[in-house]
């Protein structure tokens, strides 16, 4: 079984709806972070939570919103999708220390029509 | 703020032969670097890090990545590669002091041919 699990892997859905990504992880790692990966833009930081009382805007987080269950889940939410949220998203854990290494999921693919 | 530019977006590359994959960053502090590879359908897996020491680091898979301070560079090399070597390549960093958020290159597509 995967550490990282995402769900769904694939999702098309319409402008103005109202989606969620859920990320899981068996690996006890606090720390756990969303990112959406865009061709020839690399991977960007939306959200990122060290903790479950800890929430934190990455780079581009105008558009979603996060929750963090537990800790070992992580849901990344679009509240009204649009177009340009077409994406492949990730979503990753770490340990605590700053040069722990991430580790991914093997992603979402989201279409908006 | 840092940045990373990954200087080729894609790189064809004939089986057994060397690959050098270019990354350089930019940045006002002392970093951590790291090298991701995605294979197709899937998350991102560690290759390599630098956090200390050693300039020369080695990872899996026969890679190995030079950092080079004065250049602010962390070029990724493999002496002689192999057709499950095609994938995308990413190069990250992150800024000591600022926990381990990542701030990652554009990424290199390697597509090796046989």
């Known amino acids: 079984d995967a550490d990282v699990t995402q769900t769904p892997r694939n999702r098309i859905t319409k402008t103005g709806k109202r989606i969620m990504l859920e990320c899981s992880q068996t690996?006890?790692?606090?720390?756990m972070y969303w990112y959406r990966q865009d061709p020839g833009l690399g991977l960007r930081l939306i959200y990122y939570?060290?903790?479950?009382?800890?929430?934190n805007k990455g780079e581009i987080s105008d558009g979603y919103s996060v929750s963090r269950q537990a800790q070992a889940k992580f849901s990344l939410s679009l509240e009204s999708a649009i177009p340009n949220q077409t994406a492949l998203y990730f979503c990753?854990?770490?340990?605590?220390?700053?040069?722990?290494?991430?580790?991914f999921g093997d992603g979402t693919r989201l279409s908006i029509l | 703020a840092q940045s990373v530019t990954q200087l080729d977006s894609q790189v064809p590359v004939f089986e057994e032969a060397p690959v050098e994959l270019r990354c350089n960053y930019s940045?006002?502090?002392?970093?951590?670097l790291f090298w991701y590879v995605q294979y197709p359908n899937q998350g991102l897996q560690l290759l390599l890090k630098?956090?200390?020491?050693?300039?020369l680091v080695k990872g899996i898979n026969g890679f190995e990545a030079e950092f080079n301070k004065s250049q602010t560079s962390f070029h990724l090399r493999k002496p002689s590669v192999h057709i499950s070597d095609t994938a995308e390549y990413f190069c990250?960093?992150?800024?000591?002091?600022?926990?381990?958020?990542?701030?990652f290159g554009g990424g290199t597509r390697v597509l090796v041919k046989p």
């Open positions: 990753a854990t770490s340990d605590a220390g700053q040069h722990q290494p991430q580790h």
């Open positions: 690996k006890g790692h606090d720390r």
């Open positions: 939570s060290f903790d479950v009382k800890d929430i």
């Open positions: 940045s006002s502090v002392s970093v951590y």
């Open positions: 630098y956090l200390s020491g050693s300039t």
């Open positions: 990250a960093v992150s800024e000591q002091a600022a926990g381990n958020k990542l701030t």
